[in-house]
């Protein structure tokens, strides 16, 4: 059916046609630009989460290379302090070695000088004494040998024999020794030794006699019958054969012995 419509309101629809037609095309493309808008938004938010949770990471790691340098300066700081604690106790270590080599050295020289000695002392021992400390004093070795043992035991050794030395030097002793007198025949005698200080001696009839001073070389015996009495009395005693008494014997002024 075809309907008629006045001219007036023909006139006023068609401008409302035209009008509307673009209108329609405006509300499609808002509807673009609003999709477009919202696309953006989106994006955005998911960039702004991403940046937050990287940021997040970034500053986690942060945080880590922190507490790591940290820990490297607290260490570096430690180590400089150890460091300078092992320098100071080197320091101190070298210090002790020196006094320690410095004390071996002079304790050496001291024992090359106690050596000298005991070996000047043993050509005045009677022959028993000596006998006794030989194998001892082989034991300090000669200077010019390389010792076979080390220098604290050897002192030891120096020690014992000096000791023994001392023990018989505060004591009166009996010995039968046997030796030249006036170039004559070797012959055995019961000397008594006061110590190293003197020697007196008699034969066993009791009629040859004498007395003895150390020297250089060893005991110089020289003879005096007239202390035979004297010292046969002597020998009763240390033979318990006789009360104790005073014994009224010279007692020889011998020379210092060159050490």
């Known amino acids: 059916m075809i309907m008629n419509f006045p001219p007036l309101v023909a006139r006023n629809i068609f401008p409302c046609l035209v009008l509307c037609m673009p209108l329609g095309a405006q509300v499609k493309e808002t509807h673009k ?23 997040a990471a970034l500053t986690d790691l942060d945080n880590a290379l922190t507490r790591e340098v940290e820990e490297l300066d607290k260490s570096l700081k430690t180590f400089q302090n150890e460091e300078t604690t092992i320098e ?17 050295r002079k304790l050496f020289e001291e024992l090359e ?27 300090l070795g000669e200077p ?11 002192l030891e050794i120096a020690v014992s024999i000096l000791q023994s030395v001392h023990l018989f030097n505060r004591s009166v002793t009996m010995e039968r020794i046997e030796f ?6 070797s012959r055995e005698f019961l000397v008594l030794y006061f110590g190293l200080g003197a020697a007196y001696f008699v034969n066993e009839s009791g009629t040859i006699a004498g007395y003895g001073e150390p020297g ?11 202390l035979a009495s004297e010292v046969s009395a002597g ?15 010279p007692l020889p002024a011998p ?3 060159e050490r």
């Open 255 to 257: 020379e210092r012995i």
């Open 113 to 139: 000088d106690l050596r000298a000695e005991i070996d000047s002392i043993m050509q005045i021992l009677p022959a028993p004494l000596s006998e006794k400390l030989a194998p001892f004093r082989e034991k």
């Open 235 to 249: 020998v009763d005693l240390m033979k318990n054969r006789a009360l104790p008494r005073f014994l009224e014997l």
């Open 180 to 185: 030249t007198l006036d170039e004559d025949k």
């Open 144 to 154: 010019e040998e390389e010792p076979d043992l080390p220098l604290r035991k050897r």
């Open 216 to 226: 250089t070389d060893g005991w110089e015996w020289t003879r005096d019958d007239s």
């Open 88 to 104: 100071e106790e080197r320091i101190k270590l070298t210090a002790r070695k020196e006094e320690a080599e410095d004390s071996t």
């Open 33 to 55: 630009i609003v999709e477009e808008w919202v696309q953006t938004k989106l994006l955005i938010s998911e960039e702004s989460t991403k940046w937050k949770s990287e940021k």
